[in-house]
């Protein structure tokens, strides 16, 4: 139940003064739709209005003149201009309107009236000596002068809800925020020098300098707290509810024994901390909820068959859930023989399987003849009935919509998650995403990988390239080149890739082509033309499959390198380099290359690791969403910006930890308060948190 305190904040836009029907969706499109959005709307800039005379005027600045109009002139011609001229005593002003506006100005403005008049001072080309203010911010008669201020807030603005006009609502908005019960530590606001909740929105709304704009003033630091500690303790609260639920106890069996005996290979100790780590919860009798983070190669593939076969020893079913059909049959390519060699009947179930060979599966989950499912979405179907289905394994998590991946996890009894990711985030950002799952880290790749030789070359030297193409290729090597996404037309992209392809093909042999556009089966077709080394040359739009495993590919060309996450470019670097041949990595650029541009390209070429690479880029880039983390799941923050306020995310992370040891159900004073919180920020345990489970 939402505290009645809080109603004037959660009331619709509309309810604001001057909030009508037109503005209400633009106010909505800029914040959102309730009072609690446009008052969470942090300014951008700021205007500085200093008073003075046409004399001293500034070019390009914006300042405020007290005037007499002086003359009137209509537009000589359609699209020209209505302009008045005004004066001051030390020169002359010229006020420009586009538009019918000219007889309103007149009668309002008329020759010999004194205004105070505020704007933008232009002195347009060709006109030397003529000053101009277009459209001023403000006009007004020279008694009200003190109505323009000195220093003005700029917000986000859009067409027909300019930036004064939001600040209006912004400031109205504000007036309608209660003085709210104290959520935080007394002792370590006091420790902080953090103002009040009111205080803090009052000083985001009235910034006096350019500091107070910046993510770092107390005011943004205490508001940016309050988001990432209203998130964090539902992440808590999730968490400590899932432990609450019971999960099948899964002792370390003799068949996971055996099958890691057989492997011709030994695991790393990255890998086998991270199964003792899942054996752990497998072994408490709580539901696991988990995390298996890794870089591409990295093995996690083996850790998570031998939890599998952890289940099989306790007689319980599990099931592994790919994004794509052609990821789903290489898990089950290389799981099926070692399971079948302990005896076990593992299946791939996907999109292909139809009829009587389907129904022929479906029977032996059902009645427990099988004991490993490898699959795609085929496998959350509703009637795909399991036994006794134990653990889930979700590989790429990410792609999953939280429902697919719950709609799996509901066809057994407290079943056990694991989920599995390639894509690389930095520790400090890795509580923001991952806060409700416990983390394993396979940080640490199986040796004997031959490093990836990694080059920026700007895009006029594509033909060296292909002719380097196409002699790796005599010699048996085989190459992705990726056309990226990169403009706003998805058409335009294709053509870029098709075209890529059409030339690559006049000069080398065998090229192929896949693009998101093309339906499953014919991009499978060619994936698989490409894995069995009929394609030489693979190109593609995005690298849809993004674990397919072709150890023969030892060259990976991407277009618009600088275009992409130094994470994502990581990821499909990560795609040579399995096999034994020297690999390479060609990063094409469209020159010249910015110098963070440069320096990001350098980063990749000096590192392997994705986590470090991830660290890198963050700190490079800055603000915005430089590791495409939206993508990863990660939560769209109002007020905390998860680069500068990075180090407050393991704080509250602590602090909703502590919180909860000491007041689990949130019933203290202080824990009433943090609910106030949640519910301000919509961030309880029920609601998606950008989360993985
Ligand atoms: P991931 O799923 O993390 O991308 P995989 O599990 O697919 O990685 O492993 C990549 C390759 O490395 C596979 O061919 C696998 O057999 C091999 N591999 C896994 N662990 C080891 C290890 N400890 N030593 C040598 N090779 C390994
Ligand atoms: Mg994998």
Redesign the pocket.
């Known amino acids: 139940m939402r505290p009645e305190i809080l109603f004037p904040l959660f009331s619709s836009v509309s309810t604001l003064k001057g909030v009508g029907p037109r503005v209400a969706p633009l106010v909505e499109k800029l914040a959102g739709p309730i009072v609690r959005d446009v008052l969470f709307t942090p300014p951008t800039g700021l205007i500085r209005r200093a008073v003075t005379t046409v004399d001293k005027a500034v070019e390009g600045q914006v300042q405020t003149f007290v005037v007499t109009i002086d003359a009137h002139q209509p537009p000589q011609r359609v699209g020209y201009p209505w302009k008045v001229r005004a004066w001051d005593g030390t020169g002359f002003l010229t006020l420009i309107w586009f538009k019918g506006y000219g007889p309103h100005l007149e009668r309002q403005h008329p020759k010999g009236a004194r205004r105070a008049v505020s704007g933008k001072v232009e002195r347009p080309d060709g006109f030397a000596s003529e000053l101009q203010i277009a459209h001023p911010d403000y006009l007004v008669e020279e008694a009200r002068a003190d109505d323009i201020p000195d220093i003005e807030t700029v917000y986000p603005a859009t067409h027909g809800l300019p930036s004064r006009v939001f600040r209006k609502f912004a400031l109205e908005a504000l007036s309608r925020a209660p003085d709210l019960p104290e959520w935080q530590d007394d002792a370590w606001r006091a420790r902080e020098h953090l103002p009040s909740w009111r205080e803090a929105l009052a000083a985001l709304h009235a910034p006096a300098s350019e500091a107070d704009l910046s993510p770092l003033a107390r005011p943004r630091r205490r508001l940016a707290y309050d988001e990432l500690l209203a998130h964090q303790l539902a992440l808590a609260q999730r968490k400590a509810s899932r432990r609450a639920t019971p999960g099948p106890r899964i002792p370390a069996g003799p068949l996971a024994e055996a099958a890691e005996r057989a492997l011709p ?4 100790g990255a ?1 086998i901390r991270a199964l003792s780590e899942i054996r752990g919860d497998l072994a408490s009798g709580e539901r696991m909820s988990r995390l298996l983070q ?9 850790v998570a068959m031998l939890a599998m076969a952890d289940a099989a020893s306790a007689g319980l079913q599990s099931a592994l859930m790919a994004p794509t059909e052609i990821l789903a049959r290489q898990h089950f390519e ?1 799981i099926a023989a070692p399971l079948q060699a302990l005896g076990l009947s593992v299946i791939l179930l996907t999109g292909r399987d139809k009829g009587a060979a389907r129904s022929a599966k479906l029977l032996g989950l059902a009645d427990g003849t099988h004991h490993v499912a490898v699959g795609t979405h085929a496998l959350f179907q509703d009637d795909v009935v399991f036994d006794s289905l134990a653990l889930t394994i979700i590989d790429e998590q990410h792609r999953f919509g939280v429902n697919e991946r719950r709609r799996l996890q509901d066809k057994g009894e407290g079943v056990h998650l694991l989920a ?1 990711s ?1 894509t690389p985030i930095p520790r400090t950002l890795e509580l923001t995403v991952f806060g409700d799952l416990d983390v394993s880290r ?1 940080d640490e790749k ?3 990988r031959t490093p990836v030789a990694t080059r920026a070359v700007p895009t006029p030297r594509v033909p060296e390239i292909v002719e380097r193409l196409r002699a790796a290729i005599a010699g048996g090597a085989q190459a992705f080149w990726i056309c990226p996404l990169v403009s706003e037309s998805e058409k335009v992209d294709l053509r870029a890739a098709e075209d890529r392809a059409a030339d690559l093909a006049t000069r080398l042999p065998n090229v192929g082509l896949v693009h998101g556009q093309m339906p499953p089966a014919e991009k499978d077709a060619v994936m698989q033309r490409f894995v069995d080394g009929e394609v030489s040359v693979l190109v593609a739009t995005t690298v849809v499959e993004v ?1 397919v ?1 072709v150890p023969n590919a030892s060259i990976m060309v991407i277009e618009h390198a600088d275009r992409f996450g130094l994470a994502q470019l990581h990821q499909l670097r990560g795609r040579v380099g ?1 096999g034994t041949r020297e690999s390479a990595c060609v990063l094409l650029y469209d020159p010249p290359l910015s110098e963070v541009a440069q320096q990001r390209l350098d980063i990749l070429r000096r590192s392997d690791d994705g986590f470090e690479i991830a660290e890198k880029d963050l700190a490079l880039r800055g603000g915005g969403d430089p590791l495409g983390l939206k993508q990863s799941g990660f939560p769209a923050y109002r007020l905390a910006d998860p680069v500068a306020h990075r180090d407050l995310i393991a704080v509250a992370a602590d602090d909703a930890r502590l919180i909860l040891a000491r007041d689990p159900d949130l019933t203290s004073p202080r824990g009433q308060a943090l609910r106030t919180l949640q519910e301000l920020f919509d961030w309880k345990p029920g609601s998606p948190l950008g989360e993985a489970g």
């Open positions: 290979f030994k695991l790393t890998q890794g870089d591409v190669g990295s093995g996690k593939t083996v290389t599995m390639a396979i199986p040796p004997g674990g495993n399995r």
